[in-house]
């Protein structure tokens, strides 16, 4: 051991770096204004949730509750009541247990409200998942002991109970448990009890009231720690169940305020500061945020009064700084009520205009990037030797798509902090945006609390705070000038311009002849290629007071003050340019309503393919030392031309700890894919780190997400590429990339902030493409589109397509056209507008309520594991620049149980089942108008194909149809010299299109033409339905006298009266309400007939009468209708029917295979009728025979055959056994109608096995139809007796359980 080297532990952990706020100045604020620690400010935490047993977040450190009120925004927690009568103490609850109630409830009113919930529908997924797995421990072993039991014995009933056994096991799924509820009024509040364990026992049940009351917390599971909270809307008809979508939301809380009275360095940034949780992830979405939630945290924002909002959530955004939801927080929230909302700025970084709406995206709204400093690195990360504090590699990056900055500021971006309890972890690491959100948002806490005790009579506005924190932020490497957050120092900039009302001003700027862009953003390569000009509009924009609309100012006063404040409003402004290729006045006035200014823009002389940044700054001539009253940020990216090569050498770039390097490429048009190749040379030192790196690759299209055309790979530099002798061997990554002709690409290259050690990597990219021309049939799909793709037409038979190689020489064409999905336009069964009538859905900014357009859709599916999307593109796939306020959609099967809900967003659903679905589709906006116009959209359903459909190709048309036409000279495909053009063929006729496809479907799928240039989205629109070819009758002189002889008669008008009034009559016998009138009409019919088909026809009819459920109930399902003497009458009518249909019906095997001329079709027409008759007459005899039978008809318990007399015919069994026999001769005995009628034979004969498994079989592959919704039920019945004669209780308690879970009484609300 070395001597000199110093193996002494620290004596202490550097815990000041788990809760990082010394880079912040925020712990020193503390130690220095203990009394400034966010006292007397609410925080709101737009998230998943806070849960309410966490550790740091139950007191302030004044001793004040913590969470002032925990609000499930999104409604997923909502359950629907209804009145119910109690009896002795009890309720029937709405999952059909008896709920038995506490005495000591306090019910004055005595009026008691039921509801159900899905426990699973409660918990995050982590949780669900420990209770899957406990409960299927827990089950497994009483399904085990069934299995062990059944396979006990031997013989043919012995095996049938082990297949039973097993089929069960096979097809067990554990939908949770039902959550009953009761709810009640106590006199003075609502309040609830939960019946978690499912016992139905509430004596002893504590009734919790609203948390924001009460402070009552209650336990979904004791086991997992879960916990939750109350809340009751629409005077008690609602009841809200709140708790935790996710982990998130606590650990973001923990950063902005958690106190720990013993451990100071595990304080939030603000410990003094409350909270109110605001639930905007969605339990049904996997925790995703919503229009509905993210507009009802608006108001609850307002409702609380809070002065802060910190939300750690976003998505990327097509349209920056638009949409319904972000304009109201900016007008109402921030504006009005003077809430400084503080949003994350996402984790897609390093490359630019990677933001996440709404933080980074949106005007009023500060964005948070994420800093790593020292004191992190040290506490958090586990790092053997220390880089460079700055920002996280991952954090997003400004500027915004329409210009602005993006980024405001940097906070800490990782903690160690608070944790729910049920993750059964104290505290937890974790770091992003997410974090620095609420760290920032922290310090605005503080800097509130100072404000309100030394300035309490002084406004506080938004856009002073951010003045504040922005303009004192300490600079770090951000490429847009925002800086790390210093508390103090933004304090005493506060301080300083305490005075100035212009401090509470806020400036819009919009770039004119730019669609209204904030900033200036030259990207593209024609954007810099000469000197640009440019009109720059600044208006002030002003705080406004809630109190100050026309209905709350009853004098006037309020308006007075707003009207004189921006009267008496100039500024006298100086313009500096921060770059010499921008020119700027010097000079600009501004009044109330804004003004002008030019600037000119001169970036050819810039070096190509790197990044310029400037920004043009205003200041106040007043008061110059205060820094910039507003900005224009300029961006240029000056892109590097590939030229006729289409291919870049970008040379070796050498990096060292969170080193990024940024190239900006012009993609040529027509390129259609990039290869990027980075290799690493063999010159690292054996002793170098290994390295982590992004190569991140980035376009922008108008418009559209910037996720749509990026990619981001990691590439591992690591010890297994060194040589044995030391230096390393080559490595080589290949990046590829889907890319927009014309569009910059920027190419991104970063080493991970935390990777120790220099590296060098060598980059070079080529492009390839090959792009569709306008050609002889196919249609350019989105013509004049940056992304080219195809529409083949079905009904054209062979479609021609040119396409062309305008950049490169091409290789190895080879068309292969497949398609994969099948898409399917749906139109809407109803659709109705109304407002909506709850509490929470008005709208802020008018207080009225929100209007719904809701729409119901039929979808039917034709296969079992159905996988399809659904979309309605007016509205889906957004969420932040939505122009409506939210959409979601459910899909319930036929028994009413949803399967899934998307909100925002669609994906991929899995249908197990064939059979018919309903999706319910919710639109919600603040004007019906708007709404109307949607009634009838289509949605768009698009199934994945079992079996790809192949549209085969070639590059001449005779090919298509023969080999036979010879062309030596025809081109093959093996090349295309640049500029060339090549046509192929789609044979589209002989495609095997899906037997389901309907005209009007269109078929989807890909085109790829080589292996370099990316594939095509190609569709295929299916022609109308093929007319079936009639049989052309042969000439009379042609016809054989035989076949003359086979034509029947043509009947008489009188003939043709008497048969269809004999119809009626058939008809009517099973519509007879009369029993009287019923007998005098088969006795009629029965008289008139004069053959045995006739009767036969008059006596099925009367058995339908007699047994209406022979398809769709058990026996002993009515009976009063199979019951004495019915069932007597039952036999009698079915052995006549037996008797004249069994001779018929055996002629229709002798035709099974085939029948060949018109005398032997009609034949066996007729004796397929009086098959089907006959299997009709012998079900029902042995319904009726089954019931005769049973000891107690009334009972639903199967009692043992009775072998009796019957008016001195053979024994009832006897006949039982022998018309069963028959029965499952001539029909199907795995169909519904024969089990129901066989099984009760079975039960008596004690096979509970045999009877069970055909059961199972048919319950296993049903479809969920509405069609065959009865038979489904009294199948499921049938099980359920069978299992409790079997005694198998595990499976006759599980299917109970599920029962409410699979089959609920109504659609679940949206």
């Known amino acids: 051991m070395d001597a000199g080297l110093d193996t002494t532990p620290r004596t202490e952990y550097p815990a000041a770096g788990l809760q990082p706020r010394a880079d912040t100045q925020a712990a020193e604020f503390v130690r220095k204004y203990p009394e400034y620690d966010g006292r007397g400010v609410v925080v709101a935490v737009l998230d998943t949730g806070i849960d309410a047993g966490a550790k740091g977040l139950q007191t302030t450190s004044t001793g004040q509750r913590k969470v002032v009120d925990y609000v499930d925004c999104t409604g997923a927690g909502d359950v629907g009541l209804q009145d119910v009568e109690a009896t002795d103490n009890t309720v029937r609850g709405a999952s059909g247990r008896t709920l038995r109630l506490n005495a000591a409830w306090t019910n004055p009113t005595g009026v008691w409200r039921v509801g159900s919930k899905r426990l699973y529908d409660l918990v995050p997924a982590d949780v669900r998942a420990r209770m899957v797995a406990e409960r299927d421990g827990r089950f497994s072993k009483r399904a085990a002991a069934v299995r062990d039991a059944a396979r006990a014995g031997s013989g043919e009933e012995s095996e049938a109970r082990a297949a039973a056994a097993a089929a ?55 086991r997992q720690l879960f916990y939750y909270t109350l809340n009751f809307y629409d005077e008690g008809r609602t009841l809200s169940i709140v708790t935790c979508a996710g982990s998130h939301g606590t650990h973001v809380a923990g950063i902005v305020a958690a106190w720990h009275a013993d451990d100071a360095a595990a304080c939030g940034v603000a410990p003094g500061a409350q909270l109110v949780s605001l639930t905007i992830g969605d339990h049904r979405a996997g925790s995703m945020e919503t229009g509905t939630g993210l507009a009802r945290a608006a108001a609850a924002i307002v409702e609380h009064g809070a002065r802060v909002a910190n939300m750690s959530y976003g998505e990327p955004s097509a349209t920056p700084n638009a949409g319904q939801w972000v304009q109201a927080v900016a007008q109402e929230v921030v504006r009005r009520h003077g809430c400084a909302f503080v949003a994350s700025a996402g984790n897609e970084g390093p490359a630019l205009t990677t933001l996440g709406a709404p933080g980074g995206t949106t005007s009023g709204i500060i964005s948070v990037g994420a800093y790593v400093g020292l004191e992190q690195m040290a506490a958090e990360y586990g790092m053997y030797a220390r880089v460079r504090d700055g920002v996280f590699t991952w954090s997003s990056r400004g500027p915004t798509a329409d210009g ?206 790197r990044l310029h940044t400037a920004s043009i700054d205003a200041y106040d001539s007043r008061n110059v030392d205060r820094g910039p009253i507003f ?171 040119d396409f062309a190689a305008p950049m490169r020489a091409e290789h190895g064409i080879k068309p292969a056209a497949t398609l994969n999905a099948l898409r399917r336009a749906l139109r809407p069964h109803t659709s109705r507008v109304a407002p909506l009538q709850g509490e929470r859905d008005t709208c802020l900014a008018t207080g009225q309520a929100m209007y719904a357009l809701d729409l119901e859709y039929r979808l039917d599916t034709w ?131 899906p037997t389901d496809a309907k005209p009007g479907d269109v078929l989807c799928g890909s085109l790829s033409l080589n292996g370099r240039s990316s594939n095509l989205a190609l569709e295929l629109v299916v022609p109308p339905a093929k007319i079936e070819q009639l049989k052309t009758e042969q000439p009379k002189a042609e016809q054989t006298k035989a076949e003359q002889s086979e034509k029947a008669p043509s009947k008489s008008d009188v003939d043709q009266l008497e048969e269809a009034l004999r119809k009626v009559r058939l008809d009517h016998i099973a519509k007879a309400t009369d029993a009287a009138v019923r007998t005098r009409l088969i006795d009629e019919l029965l008289a008139s007939s004069s053959t045995d088909e006739q009767r036969a026809e008059v006596l099925h009819a009367q058995l339908n009468a007699l047994d209406p459920a022979r398809e769709s109930a058990l026996p002993w399902a009515d009976p009063a209708r199979l019951g004495e003497p019915a069932a007597r009458t039952a036999v009698a009518v079915a052995d006549q029917l037996i008797a004249l249909t069994r001779a018929p019906a055996l002629t229709a095997r002798l035709f099974e295979k085939s029948a060949q001329s018109a005398a032997e079709k009609e034949q066996k027409k007729h004796a397929d009728g009086a098959r089907t008759q006959l299997i009709a007459a012998l079900t029902t005899k042995c319904r009726a025979l089954s019931q005769l039978a049973r000891d107690d008809a009334t009972s639903e318990e199967s009692a043992e055959l009775v072998d009796h007399d019957d008016e001195g015919l053979e024994p009832v069994a006897s006949r039982y056994e022998q018309a069963a026999q028959e029965l499952r001769q001539w029909g199907d005995a795995a169909a519904p109608a024969a089990l129901m009628a066989l099984v009760p034979l079975q039960i008596a ?63 679940e609300p949206l």
């Open 168 to 222: 069960l096991e096979a097809a067990y799924v554990d939908g949770g448990s039902v959550v009953d509820c009761v709810v009640f009024h106590d006199g003075s509040q609502w309040r609830a009890a939960l019946d978690t364990d499912g016992s139905g026992d509430l004596t002893q049940a504590e009734a919790l009231g609203a948390y924001k009351r009460t402070g009552d917390v209650g336990l979904l599971s004791r």
């Open 404 to 609: 602005a900055r993006g980024v405001d500021v940097y906070a800490p971006g990782s903690a160690v902090t608070s944790f729910p309890a049920y993750t059964r972890e104290r505290r937890h690491l974790s770091n992003g945006t997410s974090m620095s959100a609420p760290s920032l948002s922290g310090v605005l806490a503080l800097l509130a609390s100072a404000w309100l005790r030394e300035l309490p009579d002084a406004r506080l506005t938004p856009h002073r705070l951010r003045a504040a924190v922005t303009r004192t932020a300490k600079p770090i490497s951000d490429a847009h000038g925002a800086g790390l957050v210093q508390t103090d120092a933004a304090w005493q900039f506060l301080k300083a311009q305490a005075a100035r009302a212009a401090e509470d001003v806020a400036y819009s700027v919009r770039v004119d002849d730019t669609r209204g862009m904030r900033g200036i953003y030259l990207r593209n390569a024609e954007d810099s290629a000469r000197v640009r000009f440019f009109k720059v509009a600044v208006a002030p924009v002003f705080p406004t007071a809630a109190d100050a609309r026309l209905e709350d100012d009853a004098d006037g006063s309020r308006g007075q003050q707003e009207s004189q404040a921006q009267f008496d409003f100039e500024q006298r402004v100086l313009l500096v340019a921060r770059a010499p290729w921008l020119a700027v006045p010097e000079s600009l006035y501004v009044g109330s309503a804004g003004a002008p200014f030019s600037v000119r823009v001169d970036a050819t002389q810039l070096e190509p393919g």
């Open 631 to 801: 900005s224009v940020p300029v961006t240029v990216t000056k892109p590097l031309d590939v030229g006729a090569a289409a291919a870049a050498d970008l040379g070796t770039l050498s990096f060292g700890p969170a080193d990024i390097v940024r190239r900006f490429i012009a993609v040529p048009r027509g390129a259609t894919s990039v290869e990027i190749v980075v290799r690493t040379p063999n010159t690292l030192p054996q002793d170098a780190a290994p390295a982590l790196f992004y190569v991140h690759c980035v376009q922008l299209v108008p418009d559209t997400r910037f996720k749509r055309h990026h990619v981001r790979q990691r590439i591992d530099l690591g010890h297994k590429s060194y040589g044995a002798e030391g230096g390393a061997s080559e490595q080589k990554h290949v990046v590829t990339l889907a890319v927009v002709g014309g569009a910059t690409l920027e190419v991104c290259l970063a080493q991970f902030w935390s990777q120790l050690d220099r590296h060098d990597l060598h980059v070079r990219m080529s492009f390839a493409g090959l792009v569709p021309v306008a050609g002889a049939g196919a249609e350019l799909a989105d013509a004049g589109a940056l992304e080219p793709g195809l529409v083949l037409h079905a009904a054209h038979a062979v479609v021609r397509a």
């Open 863 to 993: 296969a079992d594991s159905t996988e399809v999307r659904l979309r309605l593109p007016a509205v889906d796939t957004q969420i932040y620049e939505a122009w409506a306020e939210d959409f979601a959609l459910s899909v319930f099967d036929a028994n009413k149980r949803r399967l899934a809900t998307q909100i925002g967003y669609t994906d991929k659903i899995t249908l197990r089942l064939r059979g018919d679905y309903l999706v319910r589709v919710r639109i919600r906006h603040r004007r019906a108008k708007d709404l109307d116009a949607l009634k009838d959209v289509p949605l768009l359903a698009e199934f994945k194909l079992p079996t790809p459909v192949t549209v085969a190709t070639k590059f001449d048309l005779a090919s298509v149809f023969t080999t036979t036409v010879a062309n030596p000279g025809a081109y093959r495909g093996e090349f295309v010299p640049r500029g060339g053009r090549f046509a192929v063929f789609f044979d589209v006729l002989g495609a095997k299109l």
């Open 1245 to 1307: 004969q004690k096979q509970y096995g045999r009877a069970l498994q055909p059961v199972l079989a048919w319950l296993g592959k049903a479809p969920l139809t509405a069609a065959n919704a009865a038979q489904r039920a009294a199948m499921a019945d049938l099980r359920d007796v069978l299992l409790e004669k079997l005694e198998w209780t595990a499976w006759s308690d599980y299917f109970r359980e599920m029962a409410p879970i699979t089959h609920p009484a109504d659609y």
